[in-house]
């Protein structure tokens, strides 16, 4: 089952909404880059809650069909990595978002609004 990438975007940013991620961003990088056509970005206040919103994020995306093609930093809990093809989660401990600010880095790219 083939899922589009706007779609894989709205389905993470529903699991990191539900384990109450904060400061939820999606960056529309489509014409940007070649690596996705999607950033998403949030944190969790703990290395616990790092780990349960990465947990739904996997959940879900699985649950919808789509193809998980890896995650990288879940052990640390500080900054993972989640690679869903054209959407890249990224899922910050709030201590390391602000450090990295990746959003500065991708500041060309349009904020996506949601509903």
């Known amino acids: 089952m083939t899922i589009n990438s706007e779609k894989l975007m709205r389905i993470a940013v529903a699991a990191a909404e539900e384990k109450k991620a ?3 961003v ?6 940007i880059s070649l690596v996705s056509d999607y950033f998403v970005i949030c ?3 703990s290395d616990t809650q790092v780990q349960a919103i990465t947990t739904e ?6 649950e919808s069909g789509a193809r998980l093609r ?7 809990a500080r900054w993972v990595l989640i690679d869903i ?3 890249v989660v990224h899922v910050f401990h ?3 978002r602000d450090y990295y600010n990746i959003e500065r880095l991708w500041s060309d790219a349009k904020v ?3 509903a």
């Open 22 to 24: 904060s400061r939820i």
């Open 57 to 62: 994020i996997k959940k879900r995306v699985e």
């Open 70 to 76: 890896g995650v990288e930093g879940l052990d640390s």
């Open 94 to 96: 709030r201590d390391e």
């Open 85 to 87: 093809g054209d959407v």
């Open 112 to 114: 996506v609004e949601f």
């Open 43 to 45: 944190h969790g206040n």
């Open 26 to 31: 999606a960056l529309n990088l489509t014409g």
